[in-house]
T-cell receptor, first 116, second 111 residues
Framework: DAGVIQSPRHEVTEMGQEVTLRCKPISGHNSLFWYRQTMMRGLELLIYFNNNVPIDDSGMPEDRFSAKMPNASFSTLKIQPSEPRDSAVYFC??????????????FGDGTRLSIL | SQQGEEDPQALSIQEGENATMNCSYKTSINNLQWYRQNSGRGLVHLILIRSNEREKHSGRLRVTLDTSKKSSSLLITASRAADTASYFCATDGGNTGKLIFGQGTTLQVKP
């Protein structure tokens, strides 16, 4: 089975540029999560969607960050304009949603972003 | 803010030994999950334990949960070099599916 697919795997760009990260969740999963991982702050939840609808974006650092999920099989995380402090590994994860909750999350291999 | 705090931050053992990692959390939970992360890869789910469970096994993994102490432990028995990775606990406090991750324990298993 195909897992969560993220692209690109690596991105190096200059500050001020727009960055778009992409995620394809596992088919049939209706919850999608975006995380950021750094040495200093660990793994932080940025935003998550249920059935393509953003539920909690309280982790989004600031207005430069935006996320969309136009359909069940695709999501983007955009940073505009990018800054060096945005350098991190960004993960996308998906899970099936059940009334009982408590489903494991399946992670992609991440996008390693470096802003120069 | 991080919900789970793992202890120790780093652990180095010889192959064949057991490895124990601990996780403490602050608020009530529905379940607690453990994940593994190999270098340069995404997190992989290992095991989930619900708040009404005290112990759970999966292969060489044993997880305990003490809700009165708000703590959990992950035991890896007969460790292998391939177990070298970072291990994270994550708490699920509601039915949203939202997880809060700890800072992780880095385990090195020497062959």
């Amino acid at each position: 089975d195909a897992g969560v697919i993220q692209s690109p795997r690596h991105e190096v760009t200059e500050m001020g540029q727009e960055v778009t990260l992409r995620c394809k969740p596992i088919s049939g999963h209706n919850s999608l999560f975006w995380y950021r991982q750094t040495m200093m702050r660990g793994l932080e939840l940025l935003i998550y969607f249920n059935n393509n609808v953003p539920i909690d974006d309280s982790g989004m650092p600031e207005d430069r960050f935006s996320a969309k999920m136009p359909n069940a099989s695709f999501s983007t995380l955009k940073i505009q304009p990018s800054e060096p402090r945005d350098s991190a590994v960004y993960f996308c994860a998906s899970s099936p949603r059940t009334p009982r909750g408590g489903q494991p999350q399946h992670f992609g291999d991440g996008t390693r972003l470096s802003i120069l | 803010s991080q919900q789970g705090e793992e202890d120790p931050q780093a652990l180095s053992i010889q192959e064949g030994e057991n490895a124990t990692m601990n996780c403490s959390y602050k608020t009530s939970i529905n379940n607690l999950q453990w994940y593994r992360q190999n270098s340069g890869r995404g997190l992989v789910h290992l095991i989930l334990i619900r708040s009404n469970e005290r112990e759970k096994h999966s292969g060489r993994l044993r997880v305990t949960l003490d809700t009165s102490k708000k703590s959990s432990s992950l035991l890896i028995t007969a460790s292998r070099a391939a177990d070298t990775a970072s291990y994270f606990c994550a708490t699920d406090g509601g039915n949203t599916g939202k997880l809060i991750f700890g800072q992780g324990t880095t385990l090195q298993v020497k062959p």
